[in-house]
């Protein structure tokens, strides 16, 4: 006859895993190929290229003023 396995009583301390970010936002969650593990990282890239992206509209803005004002 079988012995039954006795119980074991498990303690972890700390983090068991760790949580990982796509780089890009436009790239859906099934096809990243770069991540980030730290989400303040990620959030500064992302303000980042907000930021990028909000320079260049004003710059297009600017440019088509110009061109208007001939």
């Known amino acids: 006859m ?3 396995a006795q119980p074991r009583d498990v303690i972890t301390m700390g983090r068991t895993g760790i949580d990982l970010y ?3 936002p436009d790239v859906p969650l099934t096809r990243p190929e770069t991540f980030e593990k730290d989400r303040v990282a990620l ?5 980042t290229l907000l930021d990028e992206a ?3 509209t004003e710059a297009e803005t600017e440019t088509g003023r110009l061109l208007a004002s001939g």
């Open 54 to 56: 909000e320079a260049e």
């Open 22 to 24: 796509p780089l890009r």
């Open 43 to 47: 959030a500064r890239r992302e303000l």
């Open 2 to 4: 079988a012995e039954s």
